[in-house]
Every structure is written in structure tokens, then in C-alpha cells.
């Protein structure tokens, strides 16, 4: 027989979980939802979680080393070279309202986004999420058209529950695109010169600009040189290399 103090507890208990359930959106609860590809630090597929279990701080942080998966950021130029950004909705379950790269996700655990040769899957997984955010259709974005440049590992916090520990694969585009935006996932969007996310990034905190982790890291180390290269990124593939970013 449960006491009533006990059952006080457990009714309390189940509030919290359901108002803690409640602040998610429910289109975002169920991509929760999605099993992402779980690797080891050297990027080597070790099983499947679920995108909640994958994004919550107390299996990211665990005494193990922490829950680590697969994922991957695309940066897609126009023919004028310009960078398409895109802030993140507000109902996003982490970095919401942030201002980051084209598009940024993870392939799941599913055969065609698995496949290792190539990085085929991960171009796939790259491909339906475009569609998916931006409403860019698979014939303007062909899988030839995405190049994989390397890898970067990092770990960063949302906030007191959620956070990312990737390894990211770095995927340029250069295509003209049509955009139509999913609002539950993409709340703004625009194209930026060189010189312009150079000041977006360097005046961010001033104007309460928020950025998000992966994105302020990558711009930091690599990106400026690979966008000079942009004609010729062959020269700036390092496919060997998973710069660790933690």
C-alpha cells in the first residue's frame, strides 16, 4: 500500500514531467524521437539512440566519456559566393533562436543514411534536411553537389538539460536555391559576404546576437580560408583528420 506522502510524491513527480513535456513544442517531441547514429571518438558506428537521449546533458556528461553521435553542417553559397545563414526557430529544443550555418543535423539510423562509402549517407541525411528546414528540393541540391571537407568534435550546452556532443561532418554547397522555410524550424534567413559575418560575429554580443557553439568554432579556425577556396576545395579536403574541438 503506497503512504499518501509517497503517493503526494509520485503525483508531484508525475507533474514535473509532464509540465517539463508541456514546454516542448510537439512537432520538435516528436523528432525527439528519431534514433541517431551513436559513434565512438573515432567516428566508428557503436549503435543507435534516440535524438532525446543523444541531446540530454546527463548522458552527454556521464562519467564514461558521454554519449557522442554522429552529425553533420552544411554551408550552402550562392553563385556570388555569399554564405546562406539561417536562425534557429524559437521552438527549437536546443540553441533556440540562434543564428548558425545553412543547416545542421544528424543522419539516422536507418540503412540509406548509413552507408560509409563516400559519405553517402550523411550527404543523404544533409539532402532531406534542406528540404525538410529550408523547402530546397533534391534536384537543386544533387548528392554530387554536396563535398565533404573533414570532421570536427565538439560538446557544448544548450542549457541546464539539453546540449550537442557531435561529431560533425563540415559539407559545402555552392547551388542556386529556392527557399521555403519550415517556420517550426527556421525563424530567419539570410545570405552574408565575408565581410559581413565577420561583423555579425565580431559585434554578436553587443547586439545580443546569439550564435550558436559549432558554428562561432568552425568560423573561428576554418572557415574564412575555406570560403578563399571556394573554387577550389580539393585543396582544403582533409577527410583523414577529426579536429578535436572540446
Not at 558506428?45 to 562519467?63: D, F, M, V, Y
Not at 543514411?113 to 533534391?138: D, F, N, P, T, Y
Request: hydrophobic share 35%; with cysteine.
Amino acid at each position: 500500500m503506497i503512504s499518501s506522502v509517497r503517493l503526494h510524491l509520485l503525483r508531484r513527480a508525475r507533474g514535473l514531467v509532464m509540465a517539463s513535456s508541456a514546454r516542448i513544442d510537439p512537432t520538435q517531441e516528436t523528432y525527439l524521437k528519431e534514433e541517431c547514429i551513436l559513434v565512438d571518438d573515432d567516428d566508428r558506428p557503436i549503435g543507435s539512440a534516440s535524438k532525446r537521449r543523444c541531446h540530454l546533458l546527463t548522458n552527454i556528461q556521464n562519467e564514461r566519456g558521454g554519449m557522442l553521435h554522429r552529425a553533420f553542417s552544411v554551408f550552402l553559397f550562392n553563385r556570388r559566393s555569399e554564405l546562406l545563414l539561417q536562425k534557429r526557430s524559437d521552438v527549437k529544443v536546443t540553441f533556440p533562436g540562434f543564428w548558425t550555418n545553412t543547416c545542421c543535423s544528424h543522419p539516422l539510423h536507418v540503412e540509406p543514411e548509413m552507408v560509409e562509402s563516400e559519405q553517402l549517407g550523411v550527404r543523404k541525411a544533409a539532402q532531406r534536411k534542406l528540404k525538410h528546414e529550408l523547402g530546397i528540393s533534391e534536384e537543386q541540391v544533387p548528392l554530387d553537389s554536396i563535398e565533404y571537407l573533414t570532421r570536427i568534435h565538439y560538446k557544448a550546452p544548450s542549457d541546464d538539460q539539453w546540449g550537442e556532443h557531435e561529431i560533425d561532418y563540415i559539407l559545402f554547397v555552392q547551388q542556386e536555391v529556392d527557399i521555403h522555410a519550415d517556420p517550426n524550424e527556421v525563424s530567419d534567413y539570410k545570405y552574408v559576404s565575408v565581410d559581413q559575418l565577420k561583423e555579425m560575429i565580431s559585434t554578436a554580443e553587443s547586439k545580443g546576437v546569439r550564435i550558436t557553439p559549432w558554428f562561432k568554432l568552425i568560423s573561428d579556425s576554418f572557415l574564412y580560408k575555406w570560403w578563399e577556396n571556394l573554387a577550389s576545395l580539393q585543396s582544403q579536403k582533409n577527410h583523414q583528420t577529426i579536429h578535436r574541438m572540446l
